[in-house]
């Protein structure tokens, strides 16, 4: 198995805030080698403590200033158990000589000054990636169904790959 690089950063316990404005909840900062390709995963819980507002929570290339996850989640119960929200997203990035240091953080903002949100469970894992690792996507293309009452099976997106050796693998998928 190959050897590769990796990075990774954590903010478990909740943290609240009840201003608009973006903040970071946790960032990753490492420095990638030279003209090297990067997995980056994100993932956290989210919530607001009404029903009348939204909290606000994305994931940013800092260095780059690209944003590759966002979404606003309005809870429908305040009550406990309170509604958490998944977030999640992936980001592959390339760089070319000489990147310098590169931070990945996930930000969160309340929608409404005074309103409470939270976020906890934070986490930013980076993945070098090497030759050997596939970095492939299917059909881009919107993938709807009006059947209210049915799964239906959205196929477009597909990978097929041979492995190079044998080993472990990592497919993600995001839909």
Same mark, same amino acid.
């Given at each position: 198995?190959?050897? /590769?690089?990796?990075? *990774? @950063?954590?903010?478990?316990?909740?943290?609240?805030?009840?201003?608009?404005?973006?903040?970071?909840?946790?960032?990753?900062?490492?420095? !990638?080698?030279?003209? #090297?390709?990067?997995?980056?995963?994100?993932?956290? +819980?989210? /919530?607001?403590?009404?029903?009348? #507002?939204?909290?606000?929570? /994305? @994931?940013?290339?800092?260095?780059?200033?690209?944003?590759? *996850?966002? @979404?606003?989640?309005? #809870?429908?119960?305040?009550?406990? !158990?309170?509604?958490?929200? @998944?977030?999640?997203?992936?980001?592959?990035?390339?760089?070319? *000589?000489? !990147?310098?240091?590169?931070?990945?953080?996930?930000?969160?903002?309340? +929608?409404?000054?005074?309103?409470?949100?939270?976020?906890?469970?934070?986490?930013?894992?980076?993945?070098?990636?090497?030759?050997?690792?596939?970095?492939?996507?299917?059909?881009?293309?919107?993938?709807?169904?009006?059947?209210?009452?049915?799964?239906?099976?959205?196929?477009?997106? *597909?990978?097929?790959?041979?492995?190079?050796?044998?080993?472990?693998?990592?497919?993600?998928?995001?839909?």
């Amino acid at each position: 198995m190959v050897a /590769r690089a990796n990075a *990774a @950063a954590a903010q478990l316990a909740e943290v609240t805030k009840t201003t608009i404005g973006f903040t970071d909840v946790v960032a990753l900062t490492h420095t !990638p080698a030279d003209n #090297s390709t990067w997995l980056y995963l994100v993932s956290a +819980e989210a /919530r607001s403590s009404v029903t009348t #507002s939204d909290v606000q929570i /994305r @994931a940013i290339h800092d260095t780059d200033t690209t944003v590759f *996850a966002a @979404a606003n989640y309005e #809870s429908r119960e305040v009550t406990a !158990p309170n509604d958490r929200f @998944a977030f999640h997203g992936f980001y592959v990035k390339t760089y070319g *000589a000489s !990147p310098g240091s590169q931070t990945i953080s996930i930000e969160y903002a309340a +929608e409404i000054d005074t309103v409470t949100v939270g976020v906890g469970n934070a986490r930013i894992e980076g993945f070098e990636l090497v030759a050997d690792d596939k970095n492939s996507a299917g059909s881009a293309t919107d993938n709807t169904s009006t059947d209210s009452t049915n799964w239906t099976d959205l196929t477009s997106a *597909a990978l097929t790959f041979t492995p190079g050796s044998a080993g472990d693998y990592l497919i993600v998928a995001h839909g």
